[in-house]
């Protein structure tokens, strides 16, 4: 039974020396601005979908403009940041006489739009190693993760604890 005891709280010492060891994430923030990121990616896509019996061609050409900006965190227990994206896409080319719905969507009149476009933003809070996220973000989880594999990206709007 004492054996068992002291194993217990062997166990419980070892825990408690070993989280001790570990820091925080944010309190080895640098700051708002020093631990910042600015990105852009350029993404050009050309889609070709050649029907046969008569169907119109599906044609489509244009370069994708992504750019994601990273805060770090402001220093002190609770950590404040933000994370914002532009994306635009350009439509260069559809063809004369081709179905241009591939990547650009049809005005009121239907021809298609020149171009698409969308901003975003999410607020950041970070309390030792846990971060709390509110706005529009670009998840990559087991459960939810965003769609990358066309010209733009998707996005969702929601909070995420991580």
Do not use: C, H
């Amino acid at each position: 039974m004492k054996v068992m005891k002291w194993s217990v709280i062997a166990l419980a010492v070892a825990a408690g020396t070993s989280q001790m060891a570990l820091a925080s994430q944010q309190s080895e923030s640098k700051g708002f601005v020093e631990d910042a990121s600015l990105d852009l990616l350029l993404r050009n896509t050309y889609y070709n979908r050649d029907y046969k019996d008569g169907a119109d061609d599906v044609r489509s050409w244009g370069q994708g403009f992504i750019t994601t900006f990273e805060s770090g965190f402001t220093q002190g227990t609770i950590g404040v940041g933000v994370d914002a994206y532009g994306i635009l896409g350009v439509r260069l080319d559809g063809g004369r006489g081709y179905n241009y719905g591939a990547m650009f969507e049809r005005d009121s009149n239907g021809d298609p739009e020149r171009d698409l476009s969308q901003a975003g933003a999410a607020i950041k809070f970070q309390v030792s190693n846990t971060v709390l996220k509110y706005g529009n973000q670009m998840p990559m989880m087991p459960v939810l993760a965003y769609d990358d594999s066309r010209l733009l990206p998707e996005s969702f709007t929601g909070t995420l604890i991580t």
